[in-house]
């Protein structure tokens, strides 16, 4: 007896939707064999995990707070994804917005009757922009492949950081940590709620799932990214232009991805740091696909990972497992969700094994 | 420059050659077969854990070697069993693999932050070594770098000399007929996605037995990445891959040396050089398309999957 794959006629929408649900259910199956491989109580580990970031006090506001950068970040990575644009380097693109976003809020560090971090919107989405802006160039001009050129420039974003840090931003009276100056509170993302962390930036991540849904099902420019991405041929046919949804999924991709990165410098970090690129550009990718490159998807995927990201914390306090089991989780979701979305276009039959001719 | 110093940067230079060199050739045999593989980060991260944590446990760097590649070919399992028996989106599963393989080695490496480990042993002959400038670069050099070349050979051997290549390519050129000649388009894959895994596990070996003998988080610091832009800036042929394995080694001991120059550039500045120079050589060679498209297997990262 073997199993068979066999195509389907066409997508089955069952599966587009039950396979993230079925990879997350695998992951926590792994998850917790992988502790009691590790000698620790499997329920109890999950429970530290999964349930008590959630029931602990500000629980579900600080999983908005931890989503909202991914969840901008992964909206506009699911757009291009869409268009077989393949933006990568979001993590340089966040780090980006964030330095640009800073640049404003130090020029303006005496001002305390405006409020700087409305400046600081258009300067983190300019930073992020100019950095997804170069891959497109050399992808539209040179053909380069846009995946190899965005995430080099992660690796430059990341290292222009740390030289300001420790260079011409470091914190006159930092006592030579690598840090600035802690933003002002005029250069401050304002405080929504009293009593928790909710901050404008979860609103915005919020309005750009709206935008983002709205962009993709109500508009021409939605439909071309769609057709680009499933029959490239059709959409060259049609007229799109290749060229120009490059531009566009990696301008909004940046953008997005440099607005994340101002308001986590204007929000929760409040300063800039060498800790500031913690992989959000990269757990975005995973977030795109489990919300189906679908901003209304991305939004539950983004609070799934987020919720990653808290349980993480509270498994290295609780039961002492090293950081890396936050990011050995997040690959083990993408693999068995990249599997379980076979069955969106296969179906498995059993076949009884044939006897062997003699 | 004095001849001490002239062995000294070429002895660097062959040093941050080594890994690039081992993990493209891997991937090239991968991406000959029609496997895309973009996971070549995580996996030389493996390998740079498993080489280190086998080799500091035993007291044997040849387990550690072997540990190290059989550590790249598992993870490349992974990576096979999803975009070949599943059908799975290429660039995904790459991408995740690289996901997975950060995560797992520094799991996995957590306890070994800080300790040291022998260097690899060099090759020793009496009079072949000690001879004046030649001697120490072309003798005295570890296994993985005479390794590095010999797999060299081997591939272009293989892959141009022998009949499994001649197959392997026409798998990655058109696997449509591959299959209606009635060759094991995916067992073909899986060989040469394994090959590809087990020398980015070498590539990583390298650098934590040799190249810096200590284990660091995200050591191969991009190190895959570049691999995988070395096979399209050497369009798919073997032996443009020694050349630009050699032009990255260069380049990033160019690095050190300008640092201790003391021009007063910004050592930030200067640690962005081989980034900056993959994406000059990336634009260079891709501005010719139809250099790219006379050289790329036709098909690179398409899935295969038998109906009828």
Redo the contacts between chains.
């Keep these: 007896m073997r199993l068979e794959?066999v195509?389907r006629g066409e997508r089955s929408r069952l599966w587009a939707y039950g396979s993230p649900i079925l990879a997350i259910a695998l992951t926590l199956l792994t998850t917790l064999m992988i502790f009691a491989v590790l000698g620790k109580d499997p329920l109890e580990s999950l429970r530290v995990m999964w349930i008590d970031p959630l029931t602990a006090r500000r629980g579900i506001s600080e999983l908005f707070v931890k989503g909202a950068p991914i969840i901008m970040i992964a909206v506009g990575l699911s757009l291009g994804f869409r268009a077989n644009v393949?933006n990568?380097g979001a993590e340089g693109q966040y780090v980006m917005g964030a330095i640009f976003a800073t640049g404003v809020a130090l020029y303006f560090y005496d001002v305390e009757t405006f409020p700087v971090w409305v400046l600081m919107i258009p300067a983190g989405i300019l930073g992020g922009m100019v950095w997804g802006a170069i891959p497109a160039f050399?992808k539209t001009q040179?053909?380069?492949?846009e995946?190899?050129?965005s995430?080099?420039?992660t690796?430059?974003a990341n290292?222009?950081l740390?030289?300001l840090v420790?260079?011409p931003w470091k914190d006159p009276e930092g006592y030579g940590f690598p840090q600035t100056r802690l933003l002002t509170a005029a250069a401050s993302s304002p405080h929504l709620i009293p009593g928790t962390r909710i901050h404008l930036g979860v609103v915005a991540a919020v309005i750009i799932v709206i935008l983002g849904w709205f962009l993709l099902s109500k508009s021409l420019l939605g439909f071309k990214l769609k057709v680009a991405g499933q029959a490239p041929r059709a959409a060259a046919y049609a007229g799109f232009s290749t060229k120009s949804l490059t531009w566009l999924s990696l301008l909004v991709g940046g953008g997005l991805s440099g607005l994340a990165g101002m308001f986590e410098v204007a929000g929760p970090i409040g300063q800039l740091t060498p800790a500031l690129p913690t992989g959000y550009g990269?757990t975005a990718?995973?977030v795109a696909?489990l919300g189906r490159l679908h901003p209304v998807g991305v939004f539950f995927g983004g609070l799934v990972l987020a919720l990653s990201y808290l349980g993480g914390e509270k498994a290295q306090i609780a039961l002492g497992l090293?950081?890396?089991?936050?990011?050995?989780?997040?690959?083990?979701l993408?693999?068995y969700l990249?599997?379980c979305?076979?069955l969106i276009?296969?179906r498995l039959r059993v076949v009884p094994s044939k006897r062997r001719a003699a | 420059m004095d001849s001490a110093v002239f062995v000294s940067v070429i002895l660097s230079v062959i040093s941050a050659a080594t890994p690039l060199l081992l993990a493209a050739t891997g991937e090239l045999v991968a991406e000959k077969s029609g496997v895309l593989n973009?996971g070549v980060e995580g996996m030389m991260l493996v390998g740079a854990v498993v080489g280190f944590a086998v080799t500091l446990t035993t007291g044997s760097a040849f387990l550690g070697i072997v540990a190290a590649a059989f550590g790249g070919a598992l993870m490349a399992l992974?990576f096979s069993?999803?975009t070949l028996t599943?059908?799975?989106?290429q660039?995904?599963?790459g991408?995740?693999?690289t996901?997975?393989?950060?995560?797992?080695?520094?799991?996995m490496g957590?306890s070994f932050v800080g300790q040291p480990v022998d260097k690899l042993p060099s090759l020793y002959l009496p009079l072949l070594t000690d001879l004046p400038i030649v001697g120490r670069i072309l003798f005295g050099q570890d296994g993985l770098v005479y390794f590095s070349f010999v797999a060299l050979g081997g591939t272009i051997w293989f892959l141009f000399h022998s009949h499994a290549g001649l197959v392997l390519r026409a798998v990655g050129d058109s696997h449509d007929a591959a299959h209606a000649i009635g060759y094991p388009v995916i067992a073909i894959r899986y060989g040469a996605a394994l090959f590809g895994g087990a020398m980015s596990g070498l590539g990583g070996a390298y650098l934590s037995l040799s190249y810096t003998p200590m284990w660091a988080e995200d050591m191969t610091?991009?190190r895959g990445?570049i691999a995988?832009?070395l096979v399209?800036f050497a369009t798919w042929r073997p032996l443009r891959l020694l050349l630009g394995a050699y032009l990255f080694g260069g380049i990033t001991i160019l690095q050190f040396h300008v640092q201790t120059m003391g021009l007063g550039i910004?050592a930030?500045?200067v640690?962005?050089l081989p980034?900056?120079a993959?994406?000059v050589v990336?634009?260079v060679i891709?501005?010719d398309?139809s250099k790219?498209r006379l050289n790329a297997p036709a098909c690179l990262g398409r899935a295969f999957?038998v109906?009828g």
């Design positions: 794959i195509p393949w990568i050399l040179f053909n380069a492949s995946i190899l050129t995430l080099m420039l690796y430059v290292l222009a740390l030289y420790v260079g990269f990718i995973i696909f090293p950081a890396a089991v936050t990011k050995i989780n997040q690959g083990i993408l693999f990249l599997g979305d076979l276009r296969y | 973009l992974i069993v999803l599943l059908l799975a989106n660039v995904a599963t991408l995740a693999l996901i997975f393989g950060i995560g797992l080695a520094a799991m957590a610091a991009g990445w995988l832009a399209v910004p930030q500045f640690s962005m980034y900056l993959t994406i990336l634009v891709s501005t398309r790219i999957h109906t």
